[in-house]
């Protein structure tokens, strides 16, 4: 993967991160799934700079949201 895609998934994660936070504060857990999902897949959909025959645009974006929340927990 080149370092502009990656920035660029990266880019997509941040604004998804942050989305599911504001989303999420103050609503029970048995809703997180839920809402969660309604955004990843919102997100997903703006992920094209993929090359052919990787993993599906959501797989990355979960992946990369993950990874910044690690960072940021740090």
Not at 15 to 37: F, L, M, N, V, Y
Not at 40 to 56: G, V, W
């Amino acid at each position: 993967m080149t370092p502009a895609t990656e920035n660029a998934l990266r880019a997509v994660a941040r604004k998804c991160r942050t989305e599911i936070r504001t989303a999420i504060d103050g609503r029970p857990k048995s809703e997180h799934d839920r809402i969660i999902t309604t955004i990843l897949d919102h997100h997903a959909k703006t992920i094209d700079c993929l090359p052919p025959n990787t993993f599906r645009p959501k797989s990355w974006l979960v992946y990369y949201v993950r990874q910044l929340e690690k960072e940021m927990s740090k």
